[in-house]
């Protein structure tokens, strides 16, 4: 299986397993991973928004990303993580291009958090970590009780996952979204 997926993240808060666990499971798969922060600098990660965990080195950082060489947008989660990515003009800029060129977007748990910032939440069917989702509603999502979700209305498809737990439903569903595209 071939294809480039470009994972994006802030450079504190990301949950631990919606970072590492999907990029490991599309590497396994022979699927191009890249790693981008919004600084080239360590990203520290946490478990469940609470515990410290690993750190990691991305391999570049959002300002040096040329979206159209890749094939699906990877966005973990983790609260500070989000929150940090949604006011980020960088974060931005890649995800309105993923939609504007009909490229798929893979987010999970308090990623969608993004999307609304980004201009990008209007009309589509999703789901989230639970606290989020009057957010989403507030910003014209329609919000979904699912392990994993896949829309693909406004000619773009996104697949959403509620939280750690849905991990390998989210993993399969880029994998698919990879074959099929």
């Known amino acids: ?3 480039k997926a470009l994972f994006i993240t802030s450079n504190t808060g990301i949950e631990h397993d919606e970072l590492i666990k999907p990029f490991e499971f599309l590497q396994s ?3 191009e991973a890249i790693h981008a922060a919004i600084e080239q600098s360590e990203v520290q990660t946490v478990k469940h928004d ?5 750190t990691y080195t991305p391999l570049t950082s959002l300002d040096k990303i040329d979206p159209a060489d890749y094939d699906i ?3 973990p989660g983790g609260t500070v993580n989000a929150d940090q990515l949604r006011i980020d ?6 995800i309105q291009y993923f939609t504007d060129h009909a490229k798929p977007i893979a987010a999970i748990c308090h990623a969608p958090w993004v999307l609304i910032n980004a201009e990008r939440i209007k009309d589509k069917n ?3 970590y639970k606290s989020i989702r009057l957010d989403l509603e507030n910003a014209g999502a329609n919000w979904v009780d699912e392990t994993v979700h896949r829309c693909n209305t406004g000619g773009w498809v996104l697949i959403s996952s509620r939280n ?3 991990i390998p439903y989210f993993n399969q569903a880029i994998v698919q979204e990879l ?3």
């Open 1 to 3: 299986m071939a294809g």
């Open 29 to 31: 798969k022979g699927i």
């Open 50 to 54: 609470k515990t410290l965990g690993p």
């Open 73 to 75: 947008l990877v966005i």
């Open 89 to 94: 003009e960088n974060a931005k800029q890649i």
């Open 126 to 128: 999703l789901t989230s």
């Open 164 to 166: 750690p737990d849905d």
């Open 179 to 181: 074959t099929v595209t």
